[in-house]
């Protein structure tokens, strides 16, 4: 677990990260505007709205927790793959649901906590339109070559 | 965290929680079909058939962790509403992905480790057509009334 | 998980805290020193000591991962107790590891995340002396009376 | 997290178990009695009996939550290091607390869900002299060279 990973590339800024997002099938139905990049800080920002299948109750405009749980992983993963530039599987991941979120749309941050040789571990908080965190996210990533 | 919760009616049977889990639009999505459900046992068994949406790579055949973080969190929740009659928010669980699954439906099954007055905890292992592990989940959901 | 959980009391100072941390046996042994108590902020902070027991190899002076994990759950159950004025018991915890604690002294940094009325949520940060980040947690405690 | 992680000697016994827990210090404060190994099941059980410095209250008996902690992330240690025979340091986990345990000792048994090339998945139940489960975790280890 000792210091940095490789990276492949130089760092992917926002337009190649929003580009990378359509070519999984599953994360272009999540519907990820990503809203800045920071490759220093090992912070990304998406932004994901609301889709009828994404509702707990149908018509409530509540958001069920499996949906929030997928996007968790997945901008999550992001900011390493931002850093590293290539794709990294996911170990495993945590979810806290804080709070119901309901008509609204969710802002996800995530930030590297530590890109190591063999694994990064991430934290992700989303929040609601009022900036009510509604869910935090710990995930770890293999980044290993 | 003491005992027993107390609950709202007697256990549901596979047909009656197959009818709950059409209530949700997001679990509808899900595409989860019981299998089997042992109140005694504290076991229930659902199957998983893919979709084009639940892909990684388009047109692979694997499943994207999202859906199967979801799955997991849904499955396990469904074995303590067996068990309690009721609705049961998800306080927090964690997944972690063991193999890919490609070209497979998925077989879960949820085990109630404990329903406390507080809290129930539940292991879910998820399995491939070949009973190959691919992913396992624990999860923690709020049984207070 | 709807909103604040009933304070016992008012929030407990940096000194109240110390004199708590002598009540339990084990704690006691984890030889902590409580550095500031913040209510408002929701963050306490604390210092552990090594001690001879708690060293992985015998004479290497690096942490075992074992005494990092239980202060991790201590701090961060006194970031609730802090602002709930009573004891709470732990429901579940994660602990990451970042990089090896050796011949150094803990700071450990516990923010409470969310108060809720049957659970919080508190994340944990432990660096070594040079301000490295050593391990995180997040932890889960009962708030319900 | 492709297939088998290469072992580098054979199995380890129950006898060569209990001689490296001597080797750390900490583990060896942990005052555990290895009670079986099979390598073939991945199973592991360890019996661990109280000491004062490990209870809650002074005088209760009852077990506090820190050292079931070290001790659930030490046997699911020792279970990949019975098949691979080589330290393995641990990358996260999760501990749940299901029951107080109170005047008791502690049975311990780790099973390896899943040993990979990059990292293994290993289950952990912890029951008290009633059979009663008193906590489960469940945690990850680096297994690359």
């Given amino acids: 677990m000792s210091d940095r990973p490789p990276p492949s590339a130089p760092p992917l800024d926002k337009d190649e990260l929003q580009r990378r997002l359509a070519h999984s099938a599953f ?20 932004r994901a709205a609301m889709r009828p299948e994404f509702e707990r109750g149908r018509g409530t405009g509540q958001w069920h927790g499996g949906p929030i749980a997928a996007i968790i992983d997945t901008v999550g993963d992001y900011a390493l793959v931002m850093q590293l530039g290539r794709p990294l599987p996911t170990v495993n991941f945590r979810v806290d649901y804080l709070r119901p979120a309901v008509a609204t749309a969710l802002r996800v941050t995530a930030t590297v906590r530590r890109a190591g040789r063999l694994v990064g571990v991430v934290d992700i908080d989303v929040t609601d339109d009022e900036g009510r965190l509604v869910a935090v996210g710990r995930a770890t990533y293999a980044t290993a070559k």
Same sequence: chains 1, 2, 3, 4.
Avoid: H, Q, R, Y
């Avoid at 519907?31 to 998406?46: F, Y």
């Fill in 27 to 46: 994360i272009n139905f999540l519907n990820l505007t990503v809203v800045s990049a920071d490759p220093e800080k090992g912070e990304v920002v998406m």
